[in-house]
């Protein structure tokens, strides 16, 4: 039971071009959104957030975008660097739930930058 | 100065064999828990623990105890291992309470195989 689904386990990309990840959940109770960036041999990173509020939130070169409706929520990193290559997780949560059920995790997309 | 820190990185053991993992935080963070990736590399929570209270997701066997001896430790004593215990273990802590939204923060994991 996949809550969270992200269906490209690889993307590809060009340095300098635009990498867009996607996500798409299922329980409508997800009110709060993340993306995690994962290095082999280390812990995931937190990297950016989006409430459910909320339709865009930008930090620097990464953009996150939810689609409520669609149940879809996107990762754009412009421009595309080395360094981004990685595995990155979609992540949900519900803020307003009582009693701690986590981050739901989705399946993680490789992401790797060519040069 | 690491965040979150695991011992040990990694783990070979046997069936039936009892083992903890040990899982420290330096940000004086109020809420602990584990997750577990498993082959399919799906991240799920496990547990969660917040001033001395356990939120344990039902799926998890009971052979899957956490021990907190103090606020900055959140340890993982597993009972009679099976094989569908191999994974890496994460440790993750956030400042506020579980179902709150503040960011959650990795340890390295620990991957643990059962032979």
């Known amino acids: 039971d996949q809550q969270v689904k992200q269906n490209s386990p690889s993307l590809s990309v060009q340095e300098g071009r635009i990498s867009i990840l996607n996500c798409d959940y299922t329980n409508s109770m997800f009110d709060y959104f993340l993306w995690y960036k994962k290095y082999p041999a280390e812990g995931p990173t937190f990297l950016i957030s989006i409430s459910s509020i909320k339709d865009k939130n930008e930090d620097g070169r990464f953009t996150v975008f939810l689609n409520k409706s669609a149940k879809h929520l996107s990762l754009h990193i412009v421009p595309s660097q080395p360094g981004d290559s990685a595995v990155y997780f979609c992540a949900a949560q519900t803020y307003s739930g009582g009693g701690a059920d986590g981050l739901t995790f989705g399946k993680g997309t490789h992401l790797i930058i060519q040069p | 100065d690491t965040a979150v820190s695991q011992t040990p990185k990694y783990l070979v053991t046997q069936m039936g064999n009892d083992k903890s993992i040990k899982c420290e935080q330096n940000?004086?963070?109020?809420?602990m828990y584990w997750y577990k990736q498993d082959s399919k590399k799906f991240l799920k929570i496990m547990f969660s623990y917040n001033n001395k209270e356990l939120i344990i997701n039902e799926t998890v066997p009971n052979r899957f105890s956490p021990k907190s001896p103090d606020k900055a430790h959140l340890n993982l004593h597993i009972n009679s291992l099976e094989l569908g215990d191999s994974a890496v273990y994460f440790c993750?802590?956030?400042?506020?309470?579980?179902?709150?939204?503040?960011?959650?923060?990795f340890g390295p994991g620990t991957r643990l195989t059962v032979l």
């Open positions: 940000l004086g963070h109020d809420t």
């Open positions: 993750a802590s956030s400042f506020g309470l579980a179902h709150s939204t503040d960011t959650q923060y």
